[in-house]
């Protein structure tokens, strides 16, 4: 690898989130210390028709999107939410149509993992981005109304703050690292989420 010159915002801001992944590899919860499988490729971003391919300032991008596939139940979504703007951006909710949506996240409670939706949404700082990724913050598709299984595009309508949506699509990924088992009542604040048996 030839060395580079440049310094810029963009640069740290991908080596701090490839440090973050590698960190974040062996969270508890849904995390695994396998990470998110990289078979198939990820697909690009597409924004609401009133955005532009530059992401005008408040709208955020989303790098590597992709969706744990399963039969039925529930599943979840993750990918890197990007922010190149000066203002602050947050996504206060989400929807797809082989679902229902929660912003969720795993936070400890009682010395333990629990997950929990996720209040007040996610905050993109400007110029930052922000993980969404198993052992974290991630779009919880609640109640499958059809399978999706591997290879399977799922669309996604993102709800910033401001009343402004973007969409994106993810792919379906074949993924072992997050084996949860969801107790009665998951998504009510406090609600855990341990591994299966």
């Known amino acids: 690898m030839r ?21 974040a590899g062996g969270a508890a ?17 597409s924004l609401d028709a009133g955005a532009s391919a530059s992401a005008p300032a408040g ?27 000066d203002t602050d951006v947050t996504v206060t909710g989400a929807t797809t149509d082989v679902s229902p949506v929660e912003l969720h996240e795993m936070a400890m409670r009682d010395g333990r993992m629990v997950m929990r939706a996720k209040q007040g949404g996610i905050l993109v700082r400007a110029r930052s981005s922000h993980a ?12 499958l109304r059809q399978p999706v299984r591997a290879g399977d595009q ?25 084996q949860e088992s969801y107790a009665p009542g998951h998504g009510a604040p406090g609600a855990s989420a341990g591994p299966a048996s």
């Open 154 to 178: 799922v669309r996604f309508t993102l709800t910033l703050a401001d009343g402004r949506t973007q969409t994106f699509t993810a792919v379906a990924k074949p993924f072992t690292g997050a």
């Open 3 to 23: 060395p580079t010159l440049s310094t810029g915002p963009r640069r740290r801001a991908t080596v701090l989130l490839a440090t973050a992944a590698l960190l």
């Open 132 to 143: 969404l990724e198993p052992g974290g913050d991630h779009l919880m598709l609640m109640d």
């Open 59 to 85: 709208v955020i991008g989303v790098r590597d999107p992709w969706v744990k596939a399963a039969d039925a139940g529930m599943t979840a979504a993750f990918g890197t939410l990007v922010n190149d703007g």
């Open 29 to 45: 919860g849904c995390g695994s210390p396998d990470g998110p499988p990289s078979a198939a490729p990820s697909p690009s971003v």
